[in-house]
């Protein structure tokens, strides 16, 4: 940064456009030549953003008249840095039926979320113990399937909701875990009639 002195202020005073500008809709210039990103950044989708700028005097200078306009064009590159989100689930809730009598340990459905960085991590996926305190469900951390832990009694509780929540180790700070979670309602219904 340079400070220009009062009696030379006017001249000093520079024009800076944005070049094909055209090209770079989200880049919003004010009259002092700084520029604004007007729309998120995204390392997934573009890594990397280059545009030119022109850079030229508002107000000549009479004893400089005969050498023209003063003016560069300089050309800037802004990489996109990349930041960690948290996987995200397919959808933000599901819905499972299952028979009241359904034996212990099968599989009544599966949860997915994916890590939508470049490079993506394992994704891992648990039960918030506080939404299953009696531990009706359990679920595979990598797979996301669902099962029963044990028979469920349609009569007692008509209706079960689980959060689950999907985690993954941070690329930069492995003490760090980014989380998401979606909820689960598990409707148990009456076993169908037994045809002898």
Same mark, same amino acid.
């Given at each position: ?33 700084? =520029? ?6 995204? =390392? ?19 004893? =400089? ?105 941070? $690329?930069?700070? $492995? ?22």
């Amino acid at each position: 940064m340079f400070r220009v002195h009062r009696p030379f202020k006017r001249a000093a005073m520079m024009l800076i456009p944005l070049l094909y500008m055209k090209y770079h809709p989200a880049i919003d210039c004010n009259a002092l030549g700084g =520029y604004r990103w007007g729309s998120p950044l995204d =390392y997934e989708s573009k890594k990397a953003y280059t545009f030119k700028v022109d850079a030229s005097n508002a107000h000549l200078d009479a004893r =400089y008249q005969s050498f023209g306009a003063f003016k560069d064009t300089a050309t800037v590159k802004i990489n996109v840095l990349d930041v960690d989100e948290p996987p995200v689930f397919n959808k933000p809730s599901y819905v499972m039926d299952v028979y009241e009598d359904t034996p212990a340990g099968t599989i009544i459905g599966a949860v997915t979320a994916q890590d939508l960085d470049a490079g993506s991590g394992p994704v891992r996926y648990s039960i918030d113990w506080k939404s299953d305190m009696d531990s009706y469900f359990d679920i595979d951390p990598v797979e996301g399937t669902i099962s029963t832990n044990e028979l469920l009694d349609r009569e007692s509780i008509a209706r079960h909701n689980i959060s689950i929540v999907a985690t993954k180790l941070s $690329k930069y700070d $492995k003490d760090d875990r980014l989380c998401d979670s979606c909820v689960i309602v598990v409707l148990p219904s009456p076993s169908p009639p037994h045809t002898p």
